[in-house]
């Protein structure tokens, strides 16, 4: 499965941006999503991720009042809604997928290239 992010850019405390992922190749059945995050001069850490038929939702404690992750199976597709975002929230977020979402949180098997979201204060 190949993942291709997009949707960030600049925007200013307080907005809301929507990150895409699209999946090519199919998503395998069981096949979760998810997303993490990498700030300038900090490791990558986890986001969110969701099951293959979206029952099941993950999120890293400190976003799960601000982000939604979702999916769409009929256009391969996964979303991160963020809102109320913060200056501390600037980073390049990925794309990533597993076998369940503990996979994708511990071990993914796949990832996409960033697309880099900007808060200014």
């Known amino acids: 499965v190949q993942l291709q992010a997009s949707g960030g850019g600049l925007v200013q405390a307080g907005g809301s941006l929507r990150l895409s992922c699209a999946a090519s190749?199919?998503?395998?059945?069981?096949?979760?999503l998810g997303w993490f995050r990498q700030a300038p001069g900090k490791e990558r850490e986890f986001v969110a991720a969701?099951?293959?038929?979206?029952?099941?939702?993950f999120y890293a404690d400190s976003m799960k009042s601000r982000f939604t992750i979702s999916r769409d199976n009929a256009k391969n597709t996964v979303y991160l809604q963020m809102n109320n975002l913060k200056p501390e929230d600037t980073a390049v977020y990925y794309c990533?997928?597993?076998?369940?979402?503990?996979?994708?949180?511990?071990?993914?098997?796949?990832w996409g290239q960033g697309t880099l979201v900007t808060v200014s204060s």
């Open positions: 990533a997928g597993g076998l369940s979402t503990a996979g994708v949180r511990q071990t993914p098997r796949s």
């Open positions: 190749g199919g998503i395998a059945s069981g096949y979760a």
């Open positions: 969701i099951s293959w038929n979206g029952a099941s939702t």
